[in-house]
């Protein structure tokens, strides 16, 4: 076979490999990478953070101080200081009370009482006593806390709302109990917040609360608390 054949041949040969590579490609399934690590993405590298923001965009990553059950909060001058100006902040109307201590009876009554009370348990880190502070039926909506730190709460607002929502079927003991509902909007910051607590919610950050509960005639009692956005204030 002369020089000229000999060319021929090898042309056919890597035509056909090329043909044959190109067959298999087409044919053969490939997962599609994600758009962040195409070669034409500007973003190269992405944090964890990123990622979930990138997939969940109406989330934000809340970052949690780390959690130390031996920690005394009342050691800590700072927060000290942010609690030692008044007890709470009662809300009448379009009238707002920053109340001490002594003034709490005679400006919000039992409500600011038992607000000051059950915060200050949350504080010193009781979870027992805590869930003392809802009706024992309300656990058919919602579940017992578990221990929880000490907690930096401060900035507390109650405000009584005058309102009548429809209750869902999962309040039909409410109904059935002839109990009258009593809503409260409760706002509060956490400061150094470790999520033990609370989660969602940043370091000193206020994000209101809906409390609804009822006066037993000897003590209140809460019902549930609803994580809301609050539309009758």
């Given at each position: 076979?002369?020089?000229?054949?000999?060319?021929?041949?090898?042309?056919?040969?890597?035509?056909?490999?090329?043909?044959?590579?190109?067959?298999?490609?087409?044919?053969?399934?490939?997962?599609?990478?994600?758009?962040?690590?195409?070669?034409?993405?500007?973003?190269?590298?992405?944090?964890?953070?990123?990622?979930?923001?990138?997939?969940?965009?109406?989330?934000?990553?809340?970052?949690?101080?780390?959690?130390?059950?031996?920690?005394?909060?009342?050691?800590?001058?700072?927060?000290?200081?942010?609690?030692?100006?008044?007890?709470?902040?009662?809300?009448?109307?379009?009238?707002?009370?920053?109340?001490?201590?002594?003034?709490?009876?005679k400006i919000g009554g039992n409500?600011?009482?038992?607000?000051?009370?059950y915060f200050n348990d949350i504080?010193?880190?009781?979870?027992?006593?805590?869930?003392?502070?809802?009706?024992?039926?309300?656990?058919?909506?919602r579940e017992k806390a578990g221990?929880?730190?000490?907690?930096?709460?401060?900035?507390?607002?109650?405000?009584?709302?005058?309102?009548?929502?429809?209750?869902?079927?999962?309040?039909?003991?409410?109904?059935?109990?002839?109990?009258?509902?009593?809503?409260?909007?409760?706002?509060?910051?956490?400061?150094?917040?470790?999520?033990?607590?609370?989660?969602?919610?940043?370091?000193?950050?206020?994000?209101?609360?809906?409390?609804?509960?009822?006066?037993?005639?000897?003590?209140?009692?809460?019902?549930?608390?609803?994580?809301?956005?609050?539309?009758?204030?």
């Open positions: 076979m002369d020089k000229k054949g000999k060319i021929k041949i090898a042309i056919c040969i890597v035509l056909l490999l090329a043909f044959m590579i190109g067959i298999y490609l087409y044919v053969t399934p490939h997962e599609a990478l994600p758009d962040f690590l195409n070669s034409d993405s500007t973003n190269t590298e992405l944090s964890h953070s990123q990622l979930d923001n990138k997939y969940k965009p109406d989330q934000k990553t809340i970052i949690y101080y780390p959690a130390d059950f031996n920690e005394n909060i009342y050691n800590d001058d700072a927060y000290v200081d942010l609690i030692s100006s008044y007890a709470l902040e009662y809300v009448d109307g379009d009238i707002n009370y920053k109340l001490k201590y002594d003034d709490l009876e409500l600011s009482i038992f607000f000051y009370n504080r010193n880190g009781d979870n027992e006593k805590y869930n003392s502070y809802f009706d024992e039926r309300a656990f058919k909506i221990e929880f730190t000490m907690q930096q709460i401060y900035d507390i607002v109650i405000k009584p709302l005058n309102i009548d929502p429809d209750l869902g079927e999962e309040y039909d003991w409410v109904k059935d109990s002839g109990i009258e509902p009593i809503y409260v909007d409760v706002s509060y910051k956490i400061r150094k917040n470790n999520g033990t607590f609370r989660l969602g919610v940043n370091s000193d950050t206020s994000k209101p609360q809906l409390y609804i509960l009822y006066d037993s005639g000897k003590e209140y009692k809460i019902i549930n608390i609803v994580d809301y956005t609050p539309i009758y204030l």
